[in-house]
């Protein structure tokens, strides 16, 4: 085995040299980071053996959103919201999973500065067929006085308040890729040491791209300007040269992390069907919407900006138009 290169820093030594940056912080923000990357890579594991043991497959239940409940959904739920009970740094959690927000009762927890909102397994339905799927969380100081329980104005606060989000894509490589306002950083599970390592340092995203990402199939529920905004991607060149060519995963994690990467625009507009849209604003509109604009990009309802919006309900439900800077004015000027 050669040397270890040790100009790679991990996902621990990162937040610990920030903290040095900073002498009057307190740590919490980092050890509740380093709580996610821990849940991460056992939820990894757990992934990468779903086809092997019973951990596949429907629980037979539905969630609060009507979705059929994968097993994978309950074991990454159970482990995100345990390391952070566990943990310092959080006073309390909302899933997508779970009906209601819990705020954690010990006396650690009550005097933490944070709440947590995630998804814990985007694109679960895609599981069965060896799809890329992902968690999504973020993290707000709490509004309520430490020392007390977290209550619901702590979770329905704009995305604009925000401190941190972050995702994680289980691919044919583990990422870890999370912002602060400081800027946007990806992280790689390294499986021979279980560590994920500094891979995508400072990430911006390009202000154009070739790449649109829709659901065709639902064309004719769009709207007028998103239907012309499609035609038109279907018919120019891009702004760095060359066709628009479409890209449509269906794992939100995976479509939003190649066009933060390469450049792009998501779309997942309102239908006929669903005219609040699908996506939740509180586990991946938000979250996205934030680490998007560090990076340089915009995410919109397709009327406001999203980190503008003020939530009323902890489901509540959103269009979604993300991407490229460029792109997304594109979109809004058609």
């Known amino acids: 085995m050669g040397p270890v290169n040790r100009n790679i820093l991990t ?28 849940a991460a890579k056992r939820v990894n594991v757990e992934v990468n053996k779903a086809g092997l043991v019973d951990i ?9 959103q009507g979705e059929d409940v994968k097993k994978l959904d309950i074991f990454a739920n159970n482990q995100f919201m345990g390391v952070l009970q566990h943990g310092i740094s959080c006073a309390g959690i909302g899933s997508e999973e779970l009906d209601d927000y819990i705020s954690f009762d010990d006396e650690v927890s009550k005097n933490s500065k944070y709440v947590c909102l995630f998804d814990p397994l985007d694109g679960s339905g895609n599981i069965d067929v060896n799809v890329s799927i992902g968690t999504i969380f973020s993290v707000y100081r709490r509004v309520t006085p430490k020392g007390s329980l977290a209550a619901k104005e702590d979770f329905l606060q704009p995305g604009s308040k925000q401190v941190a989000a972050g995702y994680i ?42 790449i649109y990402s829709v659901n065709h199939g639902n064309f004719f529920q769009y709207s007028e300007k998103v239907r012309n905004y499609i035609t038109v991607c279907q ?44 996506l939740r604003l509180l586990y991946e509109c938000n979250p996205f919407a934030f680490i998007t604009e560090v990076a340089g990009g915009k995410a919109t309802n397709g009327e406001q900006r999203i980190l503008d919006v003020q939530p009323t309900a902890l489901h509540e439900r959103s269009p979604l138009f993300i991407g490229s800077k460029g792109m997304m004015e594109e979109f809004e000027m058609t």
């Open 235 to 278: 018919k120019k060149n891009s702004g760095n040269g060359g066709p628009y060519t479409q890209r449509y995963i269906g794992s939100m994690v995976s479509d939003v992390h190649r066009n933060l990467i390469k450049g792009g625009i998501f779309m997942y507009p309102a239908t006929t069907d669903k005219p609040k849209g699908k």
């Open 56 to 64: 596949l497959g429907d629980l037979g239940r539905v969630n609060v």
């Open 169 to 210: 894509v289980y691919g044919s490589s583990t990422m870890l890729v999370y912002a602060t306002r400081r800027g946007v950083n990806g992280f790689t599970l390294d499986p021979s040491i279980g560590e994920f390592c500094l891979s995508h340092p400072n990430i911006k995203c390009p202000e154009f791209g070739k």
């Open 11 to 38: 996902l621990d030594e990162f937040t610990i040299q920030q903290l040095r940056d900073f002498p009057l912080a307190t740590g919490e923000l980092s050890g509740l980071l380093r709580d996610m990357g821990l």
